[in-house]
Each structure stands twice: as structure tokens, then as C-alpha cells.
């Protein structure tokens, strides 16, 4: 296997993918399914792929996505992507039987703290996929795991049913604009969960506004708190400094010393 750089925990390898599925969900979610020889039984929760997108030769750099889930026997990786630009709108042109070109899986993923027994997951739209394997990591670590999803509106809540399904118990969410569960931002609901019970640690993705006001909460509370940020980046292999994040260790690069990060370290 070639080595393309180091994430620290596995090599980054490069593969060409061949598309199964390419759904639209709802709204501009779309999720697809990769079959990609190796990748999959590498990939570590909260970890990326850099995606080389076809037919954008004006563009040429990659586009970053989390791993959503992996089913290894079948060398299969999945994306929920939502579109905002060139890159994903042309995403939404690809099919079945179409090929891209994958590298990774890159980055940090989770990391679950050596003692802990009771997790929140915060997702915040496209942002409750990269949660998803790592409440299923937890979950079979006997970690007492609840989810609290938000987007701006019905439409755009994803994931529900899977965190369900993996949890047995339903999910609160809210939205932005009440078309679905508690009509407001789940910060009031994460409020809400650690009033009524304690937890030893909370994981968050979604827009920097909300993983923002998310870490006021639970860092006033003293909660180890971990979250995955989203910064453009470039070159995805930690070369460019096109990714730095101030943090109290100093800058680093989003795309191999993150996505995942310390909440208490980062520098807002
Ligand atoms: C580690 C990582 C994981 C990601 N995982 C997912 C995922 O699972 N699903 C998903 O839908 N998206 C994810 N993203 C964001 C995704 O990479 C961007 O939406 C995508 O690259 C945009 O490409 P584009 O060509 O469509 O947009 P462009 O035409 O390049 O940009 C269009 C608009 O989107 C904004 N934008 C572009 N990239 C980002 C970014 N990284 N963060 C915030 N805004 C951006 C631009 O500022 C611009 O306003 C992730 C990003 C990172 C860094
Ligand atoms: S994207 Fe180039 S260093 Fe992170």
C-alpha cells in the first residue's frame, strides 16, 4: 500500500472508488455510497476522506467529507453530503457505476476519555454524520450514549432514525424554524439533557456558530468536551497550513492534527 502521509493513526492511502448508490435525501442532502477497496476497514470514527471530484478540471482540489459509516464486507464507505457549492452540485450529477478518486482516511478522529461512562453527541445538520460511528463506537464500549440533533428545518434533520435504531430510544431535536421537535436551537435542549442527568463527556459537529455556543455550555460546566471542525482546507495531507486552528498548544493543521479537537484548547 502506498503511503500518502501520516494521520498518526493510519496511513493515507489513495484508491479509486466506484459509486453504488447516490441518493438524494432530502432538501440539498444527498448520501453516497463508495465501494473502495481498503479504506473502509481503516477508517476511525470522527476521520475523513479527500474526495477528488470528476469533471471539475477547474478546480482542482479535493473536497473533504466525513465518513458517515463503513460496512467492510462489502468495502463500502458512505458520505452524507449537502450541496454549497460547484463541487457538491456536481456530486449530485455522479451515478452509479461512476468512479472518483478517494484519498484516506485522514485526520484525528474521537477519542473517547479513558473513564467515561455517560456521552452526549451533539449534531447540528449535515454534522450528525460524522457522530454516527462514534456513538456506535461508544455504544459498544458500554457507554451510556444520548444524541441531541438540530437544523434550521425538517427538512434538513438527518440521521434520526439510525440513532435511534443504534440507540433504542428516541432523539430530541429542534429546528430553527419549529417544523419538527422543539422549535428553537439545541443548545436549549443540550441545556435541558445536562440538567437532567450528568455526563462525563460531550462530542459535537455542525456550524462553528452552534459547536461555539455548544462549548459555552458544557465548558462552564467542566465537561470534557471534543469537537470536529470543518475548515477549508486544501491539500489535506498537512502540507498547506491552509487549515491551522489557534489553539493553546500552538496552531495546527486541521486535516491531520483535527478534525477532532479539544474543545478547551481550541482558540475561538
Ligand atoms: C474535515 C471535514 C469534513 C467534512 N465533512 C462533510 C460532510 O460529511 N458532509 C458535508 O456535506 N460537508 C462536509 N464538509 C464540508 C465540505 O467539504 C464542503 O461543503 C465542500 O468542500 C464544499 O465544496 P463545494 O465545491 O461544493 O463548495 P465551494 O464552491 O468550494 O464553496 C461554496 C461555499 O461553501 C463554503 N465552504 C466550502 N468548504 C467549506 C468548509 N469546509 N466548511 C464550511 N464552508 C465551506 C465556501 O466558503 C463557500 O461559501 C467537511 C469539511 C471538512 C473540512
Ligand atoms: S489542508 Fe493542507 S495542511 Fe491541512
Redesign the pocket.
Known amino acids: 500500500m502506498e503511503r500518502l502521509g501520516d494521520s498518526k493513526m493510519t496511513c493515507v492511502l489513495e484508491r479509486k472508488a466506484q459509486i453504488k448508490t447516490n441518493k438524494h435525501l432530502t432538501d440539498h ?1 444527498y448520501v453516497m455510497e463508495l465501494i473502495v477497496e481498503d479504506i473502509p476497514s481503516l477508517v476511525l470514527p470522527g476521520q ?1 476522506v479527500h474526495v477528488q ?1 470528476p469533471g ?1 478540471e477547474g ?1 482542482i ?1 479535493r ?6 459509516h463503513t460496512k467492510q464486507s462489502e468495502n463500502k464507505l458512505t ?13 449530485t450529477t455522479l451515478g452509479a457505476g461512476d468512479t472518483v478518486d478517494v484519498m484516506g482516511p ?2 484525528h478522529g474521537w477519542t473517547i476519555p479513558a473513564t467515561c461512562q455517560s456521552a452526549l453527541l451533539v449534531g447540528g445538520g ?2 450528525a ?2 457522530l454516527y460511528m462514534h456513538a456506535q463506537e461508544l455504544y459498544k464500549a458500554d457507554v451510556s450514549v444520548d444524541v441531541v440533533l438540530g437544523a434550521q428545518t425538517e427538512a434538513a434533520l438527518v440521521c434520526k432514525d439510525r440513532y435511534e435504531a443504534l440507540l433504542g430510544q428516541s432523539v430530541p431535536c429542534s429546528t430553527d424554524d419549529g417544523t419538527y421537535g422543539y422549535h428553537g436551537f439545541c443548545t436549549d435542549l443540550v441545556s435541558k439533557s445536562l440538567d437532567k442527568r450528568s455526563y462525563d463527556y460531550v462530542a459535537c459537529c455542525g ?2 456558530p452552534m459547536i461555539k455556543a455548544v462549548c459555552a455550555i458544557t465548558l462552564d460546566r467542566g465537561i470534557p468536551t471534543f469537537v ?6 486544501a491539500c489535506g495531507i498537512g502540507a498547506c497550513l491552509s ?1 491551522v486552528v489557534e489553539t493553546t498548544n500552538g496552531l495546527k493543521r ?2 491531520v492534527d ?2 477532532v479537537f479539544n474543545a478547551s484548547e481550541v482558540i475561538w
Not at 228 to 233: G, Q, T
Open positions: 442532502l475523513f471530484i471539475m478546480h482540489l473536497r473533504p467529507f466525513s465518513v458517515y458520505i452524507l453530503y449537502q450541496i454549497v457549492g460547484f463541487g457538491t452540485q456536481k456530486m485522514i485526520g449535515v454534522g454524520a460524522p456550524p462553528e470536529s471542525l470543518e475548515k477549508r482546507m487549515c486541521s486535516c483535527g478534525p
